[in-house]
């Protein structure tokens, strides 16, 4: 059974950091891409980064680059997203998306939250 779960949200000041981890089982993790959505109150949920099976390539939004770098530990099934230098606006619920043929799997979502 495919799973996917993401953790490491939380509350922080404009200006600082967090890092946020997406595990995944039950699919041969090192074979597919993930992706790292977010979700603002209000707006529609939007792609913020993906990165490669073997990690070589990735591709961020405008909004988050040279601020958020991507990453994958194929050994440990999980997906990083260290967030640097961080906004208010960065403030949503983070998901990580899993796509397999047929079927997209998206885990529960962990709460940013940025302000002072």
């Known amino acids: 059974q495919v799973q996917v779960v993401e953790s490491g949200g939380g509350l922080v000041q404009p200006g600082g950091s967090l890092r946020l981890s997406c595990v995944a089982s039950g699919f041969t993790f090192s074979s597919y891409a993930m992706s790292w959505y977010r979700q603002a109150p209000g707006k529609e949920r939007e792609l913020v980064v993906t990165i490669t099976s073997a990690g070589g390539s990735t591709n961020y939004a405008d909004s988050v680059k040279g601020r958020f770098t991507i990453s994958r530990d194929n050994a440990k099934n999980t997906v990083y997203l260290q967030m640097n230098s961080l906004k208010p606006e960065d403030t949503a619920v983070y998901y990580c998306?899993?796509?397999?043929?047929?079927?997209?799997?998206w885990g529960q979502g962990t709460q940013v939250t940025v302000s002072s």
């Open positions: 998306k899993l796509v397999l043929p047929g079927t997209n799997y």
